[in-house]
């Protein structure tokens, strides 16, 4: 069975940092990419960060790059995002996403950072 389990949400101020978790089981953790998106209330889930498989290709869209960092452990079967200088608009619930292919998609259930002014 597929799993995908996202953990280290919570509240912060405004310039805090925070660490999310993922933890991958049921696949191949070390023959997907691994993404982090974010989905904040009443919008459209947006990308934050993906890693290949080896770790080798890293990519940000402009809004967190330098602010947040994704990391993956392949003994662990686990991803990592380290969240800097947070702002309230990273308020949502975050997302571990696993891709091996068009037909190897998976979603963790989410966890959910907010961020205070």
């Known amino acids: 069975q597929v799993r995908l389990v996202e953990s280290g949400g919570g509240s912060v101020q405004a310039g805090g940092s925070l660490r999310l978790s993922c933890a991958a089981s049921g696949f191949t953790f070390s023959n997907y990419a691994m993404s982090w998106y974010l989905q904040p209330p009443g919008k459209e889930r947006e990308w934050v960060a993906t890693v290949s498989p080896a770790s080798g290709l890293i990519k940000y869209p402009d809004s967190v790059k330098g602010r947040f960092t994704i990391s993956r452990d392949n003994a662990k079967n686990m991803v990592y995002l380290q969240m800097n200088s947070l702002k309230p608009e990273d308020t949502a619930v975050y997302y571990c996403?696993?891709?091996?292919?068009?037909?190897?998609?998976?979603w963790g259930q989410g966890t959910q950072v907010t961020v205070s002014s």
């Open positions: 996403k696993g891709e091996g292919g068009v037909d190897r998609i998976y």
